[in-house]
């Protein structure tokens, strides 16, 4: 999906594995850990928007859209 993504210009240059890698980490931080501890509840809907916003932004950050094929 990332390889696809950087050919059509939606996110620049990089490992399309480790970029997958970055964005899972920056997702779930140490909620997955949580969870299966059983320390935490699940989370609300809000803060899984928000998870996945920021981790979009993270990865978008660090390679950004190169404008082609846009």
């Known amino acids: ?38 320390v935490r509840e699940a989370p609300a809907s809000d803060e899984i928007k928000s998870r996945a916003e920021a981790a979009t932004r993270a990865l978008l950050a660090l390679h950004p859209p190169s404008g082609l094929g846009g």
């Open 1 to 38: 999906w990332l390889a696809q993504a950087q050919a059509q210009g939606h996110i620049g240059a990089g490992d399309p594995a480790a970029m997958a890698a970055q964005f899972l980490a920056t997702l779930w931080g140490s909620l997955l850990i949580q969870l299966l501890l059983r």
